[in-house]
């Protein structure tokens, strides 16, 4: 069932790696509906630092045309024949790494797709599905208990966010959180307690980066407590005596319920800098600049 789709579409294009100036608004066909897919008209597309990786070509040839963007959110316009599960007209949030969230509309298998939770926007909704996942992977993994401490190593970024959050209000953890001075205050409102020179006894640690003051601060976390990180973080953190356990963002449908289970009916104080997509080169000029706390959005439409 299909609401009228245009033929085309405004999408951000790659033709080749480059600064955030490779970027190129292009008029593009928008993509087809395929079987067990919905096409979405995106509200808003996240920008992570996957894309930048991409982008720079760190991660492979840029093929003339590219889409980036792998999560956002929007409004479904068309589902394939076979799909039950979602309507036309449902607000949803998507993560998918086919990519193409920089566009006015994506086709995405709807194994990827969930309905947003009431009480958030599609701002805050669009700029979390990929870190979220990733961050509720990660504190699932760890198997805390009510009570217990987590130190969470880059607590203000877009995965350190969720962890603190998530680890705090679903798992009731307590959270000591790393991040600049200035961040303190949104750690804060997190649920997480910025981490000082006295901090010690973690039960385990989520790392969403590596750095020098990492291995003082795992020094004083319990012994074999486990060091958990998605992949992608390097140098891998890996400690004689702490297991490691390395993860990923899981995408499949289960990951989408249990994270809107997690959420439940709370709101989420994330930090969102926020793009008109006309000014995707600015988004990505600020995202190479660093120290983004929570995560930047681009406005679709
Ligand atoms: N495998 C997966 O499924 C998956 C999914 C998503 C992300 N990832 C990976 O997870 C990592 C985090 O992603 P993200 O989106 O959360 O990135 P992000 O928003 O850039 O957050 C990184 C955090 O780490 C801090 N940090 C960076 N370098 C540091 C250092 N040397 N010492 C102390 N703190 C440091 C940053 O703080 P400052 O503000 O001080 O810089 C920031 O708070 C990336 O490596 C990404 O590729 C993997």
Same mark, same amino acid.
């Given at each position: 069932?299909?609401?009228?789709?245009?033929?085309?579409?405004?999408?951000?294009?790659?033709?080749?790696?480059?600064?955030?100036?490779?970027?190129?608004?292009?008029?593009?066909?928008?993509?087809?509906?395929?079987?067990?897919?919905?096409?979405?008209?995106?509200?808003?597309?996240?920008?992570?630092?996957?894309?930048?990786?991409?982008?720079?070509?760190?991660?492979?040839?840029?093929?003339?045309?590219?889409?980036?963007?792998?999560?956002?959110?929007?409004?479904?316009?068309?589902?394939?024949?076979?799909?039950?599960?979602?309507?036309?007209? !449902?607000?949803?949030?998507?993560?998918?790494?086919?990519?193409?969230?920089?566009?006015?509309?994506?086709?995405?298998?709807?194994?990827?797709?969930?309905?947003?939770?009431?009480?958030?926007?599609?701002?805050?909704?669009?700029?979390?599905?990929?870190?979220?996942?990733?961050?509720?992977?990660?504190?699932?993994?760890?198997?805390?208990?009510?009570?217990?401490?987590?130190?969470?190593?880059?607590?203000?970024?877009?995965?350190?966010?969720?962890?603190?959050?998530?680890?705090?209000? !679903?798992?009731?953890?307590?959270?000591?959180?790393?991040?600049?001075?200035?961040?303190?205050?949104?750690?804060?409102?997190?649920?997480?307690?910025?981490?000082?020179?006295?901090?010690?006894?973690?039960?385990?640690?989520?790392?969403?980066?590596?750095?020098?003051?990492?291995?003082?601060?795992?020094?004083?976390?319990?012994?074999?407590?486990?060091?958990?990180?998605?992949?992608?973080?390097?140098?891998?953190?890996?400690?004689?005596?702490?297991?490691?356990?390395?993860?990923?963002?899981?995408?499949?449908?289960?990951?989408?319920?249990?994270?809107?289970?997690?959420?439940?009916?709370?709101?989420?104080?994330?930090?969102?800098?926020?793009?008109?997509?006309?000014?995707?080169?600015?988004?990505?000029?600020?995202?190479?600049?660093?120290?983004?706390?929570?995560?930047?959005?681009?406005?679709?439409?």
């Amino acid at each position: 069932m299909a609401s009228s789709l245009p033929t085309t579409m405004k999408a951000a294009v790659l033709d080749k790696a480059g600064p955030p100036e490779a970027f190129q608004l292009k008029s593009v066909p928008v993509p087809p509906l395929t079987r067990g897919h919905v096409v979405i008209a995106l509200d808003y597309a996240s920008v992570g630092i996957w894309d930048v990786k991409q982008r720079t070509g760190e991660w492979g040839v840029v093929k003339p045309g590219t889409i980036l963007g792998a999560d956002g959110s929007g409004i479904v316009v068309a589902v394939a024949p076979n799909v039950t599960r979602l309507r036309v007209g !449902e607000r949803v949030y998507s993560y998918s790494y086919e990519s193409g969230f920089y566009a006015e509309y994506i086709s995405v298998a709807a194994d990827r797709v969930e309905r947003v939770p009431d009480q958030l926007n599609q701002q805050i909704a669009g700029a979390m599905p990929c870190v979220a996942l990733t961050a509720h992977s990660g504190v699932q993994a760890l198997k805390m208990t009510p009570g217990q401490t987590l130190l969470v190593f880059g607590a203000t970024g877009g995965v350190g966010s969720f962890a603190v959050w998530l680890a705090a209000h !679903e798992s009731d953890v307590k959270v000591i959180g790393t991040a600049r001075a200035d961040a303190f205050d949104y750690l804060r409102a997190l649920g997480g307690e910025p981490a000082t020179d006295s901090s010690e006894g973690f039960d385990a640690v989520l790392a969403t980066a590596n750095g020098e003051t990492l291995p003082p601060l795992v020094s004083r976390a319990k012994t074999r407590a486990a060091v958990a990180y998605p992949n992608g973080v390097e140098p891998e953190p890996k400690f004689d005596g702490h297991p490691s356990v390395p993860f990923d963002g899981k995408m499949t449908r289960g990951a989408f319920e249990s994270l809107n289970k997690a959420i439940g009916d709370r709101t989420i104080p994330l930090r969102v800098e926020e793009f008109p997509f006309d000014d995707i080169v600015d988004a990505h000029r600020r995202i190479d600049r660093g120290h983004v706390e929570g995560k930047i959005v681009l406005r679709i439409r």
